[in-house]
């Protein structure tokens, strides 16, 4: 069964660090692109990032609100995906959901994890 | 910047067919996906390409699409499909374009 099971969230103060894990079963990460989307609480999706598929680390794409805060990547050793959070604002406060990312050009997402909160507060 | 409309809410009685639509200017040339979203849990995947159904989703769900506007059916809708609906395409500019509609919260 293809599952994804995100970890790492958590309360951080503006302007600190996270990393969020995203610990793919069932599929090899190496063999397709995968996203972060996240939510505000009470709001809608939001996409965030994406990295392509492929053994050489792969492509890196991230929406313009999070560009040189967030960064994406991958470990195929351990099947598992991260995103590494600097310099967070309020505004970041949102549950962080990663899923695997099909149809390159048309992008659509399945399946999804079941999200991990990162909550930006002093 | 690219944008995906859809109406807040729609309501059905239980039994009835509830439609959702979702437009923008880039669907004629690019596939819409939907979501659906029950509360407090991950979304997931009920209609990719405009028309296709993921296995295991209900046959009571089905997409159409018509210029910029794409639809979401759901026939003889029952209490378990109340729940947040998304659509989803991507910007046709060339860039990593991911865009989600606002949601659509139906109510049963």
């Known amino acids: 069964e293809v599952q994804l099971l995100e970890s790492g969230g958590g309360l951080v103060q503006p302007g600190g660090s996270l990393r969020l894990s995203c610990a793919a079963s069932?599929?090899?990460?190496?063999?397709?692109?995968m996203s972060w989307v996240r939510q505000a609480p009470g709001k809608g999706l939001e996409w965030v990032s994406a990295?392509?598929?492929?053994?050489?680390?792969?492509?890196?794409y991230y929406a313009d609100s999070v560009k040189g805060r967030l960064t994406i990547s991958r470990d195929t050793s351990k099947n598992t995906l991260y995103l590494q959070m600097n310099s967070l604002r309020a505004e970041d406060t949102a549950v962080y959901y990663c899923?695997?990312?099909?149809?390159?050009?048309?992008?659509?997402?399945?399946?999804w994890g079941q999200g991990t909160l990162v909550t930006v507060s002093s | 910047s690219y944008e995906l409309t859809q109406p807040p809410s729609v309501s059905v009685s239980p039994g009835q067919t509830a439609r959702i639509t979702c437009s923008g200017d880039?669907?004629?040339?690019?596939?819409a996906h939907w979501y659906q979203q029950r509360p407090g849990q991950a979304p997931v995947l009920v209609i990719y390409?405009?028309?296709e159904r993921p296995s295991g989703i209900s046959e009571r769900f089905s997409g159409s699409s018509s210029g910029t506007t794409v639809t979401l059916t759901i026939s003889g809708v029952q209490a378990e499909d109340e729940a947040d609906y998304y659509c989803?395409?991507?910007?046709?500019?060339?860039?990593?374009?991911?865009?989600f509609g606002g949601g659509t919260k139906l109510t049963v």
């Open positions: 880039a669907l004629p040339k690019k596939y």
């Open positions: 069932g599929f090899s990460l190496s063999s397709y692109a």
């Open positions: 989803q395409s991507v910007d046709s500019s060339g860039t990593y374009g991911v865009v």
């Open positions: 390409k405009d028309t």
């Open positions: 899923a695997r990312d099909l149809g390159f050009g048309d992008n659509w997402f399945d399946p």
């Open positions: 990295i392509s598929g492929g053994g050489s680390g792969g492509s890196t």
